[in-house]
């Protein structure tokens, strides 16, 4: 199992505004559904929230640290170790679709970054978090045009000849 992050974010890098994503852009959904469709989502327990309801043709686990935390036609993990546990048992790779928390914890452990940059500035108060150009190399490029233009990225980790060590 592979493990992307996925997410979009404006020029000047936020992602959320409380619970909600502060932009409506034509297209930019049917991305998200086209890359995930078949494969399991992590996400933390606002975004679910702020969503709604399991996405269709996706498995979902929910990061929460809450005792009894349960949604219906979903997992629920209270660790990262637990939710990629979780969704290696699932269907396909692995997609975390944040939020904000979320993304800071995985980004370590990602095999590569679906990002999808769109071309505003907004205000918020969730961002995307930095991420080394070093430990990622841009393998994917397309510009959209739109209500809001956006570029969708991909960047996939570099694989580095191991250090044996004496
Ligand atoms: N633009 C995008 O692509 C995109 C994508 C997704 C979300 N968003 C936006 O991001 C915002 C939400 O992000 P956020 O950072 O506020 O919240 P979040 O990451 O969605 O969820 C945070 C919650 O996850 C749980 N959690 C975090 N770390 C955990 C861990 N190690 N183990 C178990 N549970 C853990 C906790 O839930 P409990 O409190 O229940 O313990 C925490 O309160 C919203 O504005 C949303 O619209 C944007």
């Not at 000047?12 to 297209?27: A, D, F, Q, S, T």
């Not at 095999?111 to 150009?133: A, N, Q, R, Y």
Request: overall charge positive; proline content about 4%; glycine content about 10%.
């Amino acid at each position: 199992m592979k493990t992307y992050l996925i997410a979009a974010r404006s020029l000047n890098n936020v992602i959320g505004r409380g619970l909600e994503i502060p932009w409506r852009v034509k297209g930019e959904q049917k991305l998200f559904k086209e890359i995930t469709m078949g494969h399991t989502l992590v996400m933390g327990r606002k975004t679910f929230e702020s969503i709604g309801r399991p996405l269709p043709g996706r498995d979902t686990v929910i990061m929460s640290r809450r005792n009894n935390y349960r949604q219906d036609g979903c997992s629920v993990a209270a660790t990262l170790e637990d939710a990629l546990a979780i969704a290696r048992s699932l269907r396909g790779d692995c997609f975390v679709a944040g939020g904000g928390e979320i993304y800071l914890q995985a980004i370590p452990l990602a095999d590569g970054i679906h990002l999808t940059t769109i071309h505003t500035e907004v205000e918020g108060d969730v961002w995307f978090p930095d991420f080394s150009e070093q430990a990622f190399e841009l393998k994917r490029e397309v510009r959209y045009r739109s209500n809001k233009d956006y570029t969708y990225r991909y960047f996939e980790r570099v694989k580095r000849p191991g250090c044996k060590t004496i």
